[in-house]
């Protein structure tokens, strides 16, 4: 075990590449050359936790043909055969699949085309009843080490080597198992540290009160649930009621052999020791990964397809991953949900950062799960919000939907007995086990759908104090409130947020956190509609603006749009607020509210017109005030940041080897969160260019932000930027590195395609940034730096960075002495430079003009992978753009250097033959060779006409979420008191995975025991009283006799007789 877990070590910490060889549709074979351990470690580091990921790679030939409906296997054949009948018969064959799915209609295939592949897919393509065809995908789950003390770092004195290849891997797309201790069906809990103490539950089901609806009969009966995982062994104790196991692998068990599902599927249904929510559930078990860790597409599709025909009420999945682009997976999880399925899913291990969150989580019609301790402290790895499917030209969704216990939690162990876990794949089946719970309580099911569930969930759901909503979503799982809720429900629309107000810290934050003002950039909230009606629905009208004129309304324009069709259960409502002109000198908070109306067809024609509708009002609070002096307002250039999943961006610190793609969306609510914190504590007001450069006013601005940009320029765009910082406008611009012969290095070669998958860019795009900083005789160079030094008294940390090729003479450089990180990883050598040109300030000789500063790295703002912060700098920079107050510490630096002029250097060309333009909103393919796009128009808002109203708002927008026509006192309890966990020390020694074993759990729901126990307890009892009944009679009935008397010896009589003077008495 020792050496396997070093091997794990070596090979996701960069020290060995990845070797696979592969059989045709079948797991990977990993092959690891021994280490030893002691090269990997630390000694220091005594903490240590096995967390599972998940990676996925295109299969060799393989392709997911998607119909537009469901057919049989005779007339799928017959329509690819049709689409590919100029193709040679023996280049292509429909691969075979034998599952319980089989005998059924379906709508996909899975096709192996060996030749002609271009002009083949393109015949598929083509037909009129294929939909989509993708490749077929294989995933990988893997374990990887990391200190699990908790709310820790990582061991600061682990060694790691660093050996530079060519990355022989698959493509990290990484849906993520989302638990933490994946080695937890393995653990003794004898070699963990002392702790501090916490607390240890007995059942997580007790602590949110399930045995209350226990009490009342709720079990879980009749309802369906289904766990996607590993499988369940056939005679596991604690199971009563496992209606079906499949098999989706290429394995013939159904057994669990790793206990991973075991656990899932125990806090869902257990019925004894790590009691479950509904152990009278009826438990559908879909094995979907082998006992090698492997999975494919194509099992998770016909496993979805076949829960549809088993009508599936409840469905857990407790993986995820960022790739919210894989469009077979996500279509067939709204189908999935479209026929009354409620999927429940984990929203990631890779918090504390923000816009981390994992896919299918982050969708609308998914109840999105969170983690938090015993304490009620949101989880150190519980990913946080926003979305980021909407960035850049809008902004994210809130996610998290709720949140719940997700650390220490005890389920079942793999044969027997219980285990700990952590992770929000242990939060996913908690939240999972109370909707089965809590369907089965609803006499009227016909009523629970996604929507009505996640509906009464949000809305029962406990607010956390001083958290914010992208960290733990409408607050913590109420299992008691939601069954009062759900027991009253009336099927009807609401919104998540119920409201927007803008002057509630902390929950409102980010938007809190900002005023608004006149001329600024529209403040966006994306508000998501959930329609409990139907399936389908849509917007009546439009939504209308109602501005309170007493709480001053009418200085708020507001814009919306909306999905035109909602489906299914849910869309989108686009708020867009601004500030009139009128107020652009008032301070005040202003109020109203927006009006919609959502219609959803009946699923009987008794109902009027057909249809049902529902009216919600999304009242608005903002704090105005006046807008702000120039000097004080930076704006951020959202539009030419890309993000992962549609290529491969490189990570900008090459060092991050075990996860290299740049999967933030780089906004400065996500990765630059803790920089924008630093901006508002310094007074200046940040707004987001969600547009080409064309089109913002920038007389309105300071200083031009653009920080890690990816994405190439409009030639438009580069004329107006170099009009605007003529006319006053700074810039400053923080570049990253761009190496054409170390993206090649970096490359990831794929064992199934035989075909290595090359950046599309750098860690920025520095050609890009060349041309748009070219007319100043600026430019940055191919160099790559690493490096620690010292400037203006700060210690920096140079991660991945380049250096300035050339700048103007009058300007102002400073140079450092760094490591040629690129030697490093072309050569494996290591080389020290001197004078490397890192940090340029510069005055545009206009009368009147801006002001310019290069930096050559990002890392030291970026959240992401920081070590040192450089706020200090930033704040530097700013006061000499905004300011024209050059730092004396940096004129007057040891360290200011001749500026480079760059004539004995090339500067960095675009790598020949990269697909950025498959991803760019600028680029386009021509003839192979991209060129721009026509210049897009910029967005245009259409405000809402407003219809004042003469009357007073609310003065307090949060009032306990209430859905319409819900009455829950009408809904009684038991009157029972809370269980509370237990709390004690660990003693040496000793972890939190305790195997104690536990009680029966009560009621009529432990058919085995529960039913028995009070038949012989009422035996026993009748034993006993017959006993004392048969003893009593026998005393009445004999008659009674006197004591005879006992006769003292003389010689006592006489003593007493001497003493007393009188005669004794009887």
Same mark, same amino acid.
């Given at each position: 075990?020792?050496?396997?877990?070093?091997?794990?070590?070596?090979?996701?910490?960069?020290?060995?590449?990845?070797?696979?060889?592969?059989?045709?549709?079948g797991?990977?074979?990993?092959l690891?050359?021994?280490? *030893?351990?002691d090269?990997?470690?630390?000694?220091?580091?005594?903490?240590?936790?096995?967390?599972?990921?998940?990676?996925?790679?295109?299969?060799?030939h393989?392709?997911?043909?998607?119909? *537009?409906?469901?057919?049989?296997?005779?007339?799928?054949s017959?329509?690819?055969?049709?689409?590919l009948?100029?193709?040679?018969?023996?280049n292509?064959?429909?691969?075979?699949?034998?599952?319980?799915?089989?005998?059924?209609p379906?709508?996909?295939?899975?096709?192996?085309i060996?030749?002609?592949?271009?002009?083949?897919?393109?015949?598929?393509q083509?037909?009129?009843?294929?939909?989509?065809?993708?490749?077929?995908?294989?995933?990988?789950?893997?374990?990887?080490?990391?200190?699990?003390?908790?709310?820790?770092?990582?061991?600061?004195?682990? /060694?790691?080597?660093?050996k530079?290849?060519?990355?022989?891997?698959?493509?990290?797309?990484?849906?993520?198992?989302?638990?933490?201790s994946?080695?937890?069906?393995?653990?003794?809990?004898?070699?963990?540290?002392?702790?501090?103490?916490?607390?240890?539950?007995? %059942?997580?089901?007790?602590?949110?009160?399930?045995?209350v609806?226990?009490?009342?009969?709720?079990?879980?009966?009749?309802?369906?649930?289904?766990?996607?995982?590993?499988?369940?062994?056939e005679?596991?104790?604690?199971?009563k009621?496992?209606?079906?196991?499949?098999?989706?692998t290429?394995?013939?068990?159904?057994d669990?052999?790793?206990?991973?599902?075991?656990?899932?599927?125990?806090?869902?249904?257990?019925?004894?020791?790590?009691?479950?929510?509904a152990?009278?559930?009826?438990l559908?078990?879909?094995r979907?990964?082998?006992?090698?860790?492997?999975?494919?597409?194509?099992?998770?599709?016909?496993?979805?397809?076949?829960?549809?025909?088993?009508?599936?009420?409840?469905?857990?999945l407790?993986?995820?991953?960022?790739?919210?682009?894989?469009?077979?997976?996500?279509?067939k999880?709204?189908?999935?949900?479209?026929?009354?399925?409620?999927?429940?899913?984990?929203?990631?291990?890779?918090?504390?950062?923000?816009?981390?969150?994992?896919?299918?989580?982050?969708?609308?019609?998914?109840?999105?799960?969170g983690?938090?301790?015993?304490?009620?402290?949101?989880a150190?790895?519980s990913?946080?919000?926003?979305?980021?499917?909407?960035? $850049?030209?809008g902004?994210?969704?809130?996610k998290?939907?709720?949140?719940?216990?997700g650390?220490?939690?005890?389920?079942?162990?793999?044969?027997?007995?219980c285990?700990?876990?952590?992770?929000?794949?242990?939060?996913?089946?908690?939240?999972?086990?109370? @909707?089965?719970?809590?369907?089965?309580?609803?006499?009227?099911?016909?009523?629970?759908?996604?929507a009505s569930?996640?509906q009464?969930?949000?809305?029962?759901?406990r607010?956390?104090?001083?958290?914010?909503?992208?960290?733990?979503? %409408?607050?913590?799982?109420?299992?008691?409130?939601?069954?009062?809720?759900?027991?009253?429900?009336?099927?009807q629309?609401?919104?998540?947020?119920?409201?927007?107000?803008?002057?509630?810290?902390?929950?409102?934050?980010?938007?809190?956190?900002? $005023?608004?003002?006149?001329?600024?950039? +529209?403040?966006?909230?994306?508000?998501?509609?959930?329609?409990?009606?139907?399936?389908?629905?849509?917007?009546?009208?439009? +939504?209308?603006?109602?501005?309170?004129?007493?709480?001053n309304?009418?200085?708020?324009?507001?814009?919306?749009s909306?999905?035109?069709v909602?489906?299914?259960?849910?869309?989108y409502?686009?708020?867009?607020?601004?500030?009139?002109?009128k107020?652009a000198?008032?301070?005040?908070?202003?109020q109203?509210? @927006?009006?919609?109306?959502?219609?959803?067809?009946?699923? *009987?024609d008794?109902? @009027?017109?057909?249809?049902?509708?529902?009216?919600?009002?999304?009242p608005?609070?903002?704090?105005?005030?006046?807008t702000?002096p120039?000097?004080?307002?930076?704006?951020?250039?959202?539009?030419?940041?890309?993000?992962?999943p549609?290529?491969?961006? $490189?990570?900008? !610190?090459?060092?991050?080897?075990?996860d290299?793609?740049?999967? !933030?969306?780089?906004?400065?609510h996500?990765?630059?969160r803790?920089?924008?914190?630093?901006?508002?504590?310094?007074?200046?007001?940040?707004?987001?260019l969600?547009? +080409?450069?064309?089109?913002?006013?920038?007389?309105?601005?300071?200083?031009?932000?653009?920080?890690?940009?990816?994405?190439?320029?409009f030639?438009?765009?580069?004329?107006?930027l170099? /009009?605007?910082?003529?006319?006053?406008?700074?810039?400053?611009?923080?570049?990253?590195?761009?190496?054409?012969?170390?993206?090649?290095?970096?490359?990831?070669?794929?064992e199934?395609?035989?075909?290595w998958?090359?950046?599309?860019?750098?860690?920025?795009?520095?050609?890009?940034?060349n041309?748009?900083?070219s007319?100043?005789?600026?430019?940055?160079?191919?160099?790559?730096?690493?490096?620690?030094?010292?400037?203006?008294?700060?210690?920096?940390?140079?991660?991945?960075?380049?250096?300035?090729?050339?700048f103007?003479?009058?300007?102002?450089?400073?140079?450092?002495?760094?490591?040629?990180?690129g030697?490093?990883?072309?050569?494996?050598e290591?080389?020290?430079?001197?004078?490397?040109?890192?940090?340029?300030?510069?005055?545009t000789?206009?009368?009147?003009?801006?002001?310019?500063?290069?930096?050559?790295?990002? !890392?030291?703002?970026?959240?992401?992978?920081?070590q040192?912060?450089?706020?200090w700098?930033l704040?530097?920079?700013?006061?000499?753009?905004?300011?024209?107050?050059?730092?004396?510490?940096?004129?007057?630096?040891?360290?200011?250097?001749?500026?480079?002029?760059?004539?004995? /250097?090339?500067?960095?060309?675009?790598?020949?033959?990269?697909?950025?333009?498959?991803?760019?909103?600028?680029?386009?393919a %021509?003839?192979?060779?991209?060129?721009?796009?026509?210049? +897009?128009?910029? $967005?245009?808002?259409?405000?809402?006409?407003?219809?004042?109203?003469?009357?007073?708002?609310p003065? !307090?927008?949060?009032?306990?979420?209430?859905?319409?026509?819900?009455?829950?006192?009408?809904?009684?309890?038991?009157?029972?008191?809370?269980?509370?966990?237990?709390?004690?020390?660990?003693?040496p020694g000793?972890?939190?995975?305790?195997?104690?074993?536990?009680?029966?759990?009560?009621?009529?729901?432990?058919?085995?025991?529960?039913?028995?126990?009070?038949?012989?307890?009422?035996?026993?009892?009748?034993?006993v009283?017959?006993?004392?009944?048969?003893?009593l009679?026998?005393?009445?009935?004999?008659?009674?006799?006197?004591?005879?008397?006992?006769?003292?010896?003389?010689?006592?009589?006489?003593q007493?007789?001497?003493?007393?003077?009188?005669?004794?008495?009887?």
């Amino acid at each position: 075990m020792s050496i396997r877990l070093c091997l794990l070590m070596a090979m996701l910490g960069g020290l060995l590449p990845l070797v696979g060889t592969e059989k045709e549709s079948g797991p990977l074979s990993t092959l690891f050359p021994l280490l *030893n351990a002691d090269a990997l470690l630390s000694p220091n580091c005594s903490q240590l936790t096995l967390k599972l990921n998940f990676s996925t790679k295109v299969v060799k030939h393989e392709y997911i043909v998607a119909f *537009n409906g469901y057919f049989t296997a005779k007339a799928r054949s017959h329509f690819i055969s049709s689409a590919l009948r100029d193709v040679d018969a023996v280049n292509w064959r429909i691969v075979r699949r034998k599952n319980p799915a089989s005998d059924y209609p379906s709508d996909f295939e899975v096709v192996e085309i060996r030749q002609d592949v271009r002009s083949s897919l393109l015949n598929l393509q083509d037909h009129p009843y294929i939909k989509r065809v993708t490749p077929q995908r294989m995933v990988l789950r893997s374990l990887k080490v990391t200190d699990c003390t908790d709310g820790g770092s990582p061991c600061n004195d682990t /060694r790691w080597v660093q050996k530079w290849q060519s990355w022989q891997t698959s493509r990290p797309l990484r849906r993520t198992s989302l638990s933490l201790s994946s080695g937890f069906w393995h653990a003794t809990g004898r070699h963990s540290s002392r702790r501090l103490l916490r607390a240890i539950p007995r %059942h997580v089901a007790q602590i949110l009160q399930a045995d209350v609806l226990w009490q009342m009969g709720h079990t879980g009966s009749g309802v369906k649930v289904a766990v996607f995982d590993t499988g369940l062994s056939e005679k596991h104790p604690h199971f009563k009621n496992v209606k079906e196991r499949t098999n989706w692998t290429n394995e013939k068990t159904l057994d669990d052999g790793l206990g991973h599902g075991t656990f899932v599927a125990g806090v869902i249904a257990s019925m004894r020791e790590c009691q479950g929510f509904a152990p009278d559930s009826e438990l559908h078990i879909f094995r979907v990964f082998t006992n090698n860790q492997v999975s494919y597409t194509s099992w998770f599709l016909d496993a979805f397809n076949y829960a549809i025909l088993k009508k599936i009420d409840v469905l857990n999945l407790s993986i995820g991953g960022p790739d919210f682009m894989d469009h077979p997976f996500v279509d067939k999880v709204w189908e999935l949900t479209a026929n009354k399925v409620i999927m429940v899913s984990a929203i990631g291990n890779d918090g504390p950062l923000y816009g981390t969150l994992n896919n299918p989580a982050d969708q609308m019609d998914v109840i999105g799960v969170g983690g938090i301790d015993f304490e009620d402290n949101i989880a150190r790895f519980s990913s946080r919000g926003m979305t980021t499917w909407e960035l $850049p030209g809008g902004y994210g969704r809130v996610k998290p939907d709720i949140v719940t216990y997700g650390s220490g939690v005890r389920g079942s162990g793999l044969k027997e007995g219980c285990r700990s876990l952590s992770g929000t794949s242990v939060a996913s089946p908690v939240v999972a086990g109370a @909707v089965t719970l809590l369907a089965s309580t609803v006499l009227n099911r016909e009523l629970i759908n996604p929507a009505s569930m996640k509906q009464a969930l949000i809305a029962s759901a406990r607010r956390l104090p001083g958290v914010n909503m992208f960290e733990q979503g %409408h607050g913590k799982l109420d299992l008691l409130r939601a069954y009062q809720i759900l027991n009253s429900y009336k099927p009807q629309a609401s919104l998540s947020p119920s409201y927007i107000d803008l002057t509630e810290c902390p929950y409102m934050w980010p938007y809190c956190s900002q $005023p608004i003002y006149s001329g600024g950039m +529209p403040t966006i909230v994306n508000v998501t509609i959930l329609n409990g009606m139907g399936v389908t629905g849509r917007i009546v009208d439009k +939504p209308i603006w109602q501005p309170y004129l007493p709480q001053n309304g009418d200085y708020v324009d507001v814009a919306v749009s909306y999905s035109p069709v909602l489906w299914p259960w849910a869309g989108y409502l686009a708020v867009s607020i601004s500030v009139a002109k009128k107020a652009a000198s008032w301070e005040g908070i202003a109020q109203g509210h @927006v009006m919609v109306t959502v219609a959803s067809p009946a699923e *009987n024609d008794s109902a @009027v017109g057909g249809e049902l509708t529902s009216t919600v009002k999304l009242p608005v609070k903002v704090k105005i005030v006046p807008t702000p002096p120039r000097s004080k307002r930076i704006l951020w250039d959202q539009y030419h940041n890309l993000r992962y999943p549609p290529g491969y961006f $490189p990570r900008d !610190n090459l060092r991050m080897k075990n996860d290299p793609l740049d999967w !933030n969306g780089d906004h400065i609510h996500t990765n630059f969160r803790d920089m924008y914190q630093h901006l508002r504590s310094m007074g200046y007001f940040v707004e987001v260019l969600g547009a +080409p450069i064309t089109c913002f006013d920038a007389s309105q601005y300071g200083t031009l932000m653009m920080v890690d940009s990816e994405e190439e320029y409009f030639p438009e765009e580069i004329t107006k930027l170099r /009009r605007d910082i003529d006319n006053g406008l700074s810039l400053i611009i923080f570049s990253d590195w761009y190496n054409t012969s170390v993206m090649r290095k970096v490359k990831f070669y794929d064992e199934n395609t035989r075909q290595w998958w090359m950046p599309d860019t750098g860690g920025a795009n520095v050609p890009a940034l060349n041309d748009l900083i070219s007319v100043w005789g600026m430019a940055f160079s191919d160099g790559l730096y690493e490096g620690d030094f010292t400037m203006a008294d700060h210690d920096m940390y140079y991660a991945s960075g380049c250096s300035i090729a050339r700048f103007p003479e009058d300007g102002i450089v400073i140079a450092q002495t760094l490591k040629d990180q690129g030697l490093e990883v072309l050569k494996q050598e290591t080389a020290v430079v001197e004078n490397v040109p890192v940090l340029g300030l510069y005055q545009t000789p206009t009368e009147g003009g801006g002001r310019i500063a290069l930096y050559g790295d990002s !890392n030291c703002i970026d959240d992401s992978h920081r070590q040192k912060d450089c706020y200090w700098l930033l704040d530097a920079l700013l006061q000499y753009t905004s300011y024209s107050m050059t730092p004396p510490s940096l004129t007057h630096s040891k360290n200011r250097v001749v500026p480079p002029t760059g004539s004995d /250097r090339l500067l960095p060309q675009r790598l020949e033959g990269n697909h950025l333009y498959r991803y760019s909103k600028v680029l386009e393919a %021509h003839l192979g060779d991209p060129k721009p796009r026509p210049l +897009p128009a910029c $967005p245009h808002l259409s405000w809402a006409k407003p219809q004042p109203l003469n009357e007073t708002a609310p003065s !307090n927008l949060w009032k306990h979420q209430k859905l319409l026509s819900v009455d829950m006192d009408k809904v009684a309890l038991p009157n029972v008191r809370p269980y509370r966990p237990q709390v004690r020390p660990l003693s040496p020694g000793e972890s939190g995975a305790w195997d104690i074993p536990g009680g029966i759990m009560p009621g009529r729901y432990n058919q085995e025991v529960g039913q028995t126990i009070p038949v012989f307890a009422f035996l026993g009892a009748m034993v006993v009283l017959s006993f004392f009944v048969v003893q009593l009679t026998k005393s009445k009935s004999k008659p009674k006799r006197r004591k005879p008397r006992v006769k003292r010896p003389l010689y006592l009589q006489q003593q007493q007789t001497t003493h007393s003077g009188r005669n004794p008495t009887v």
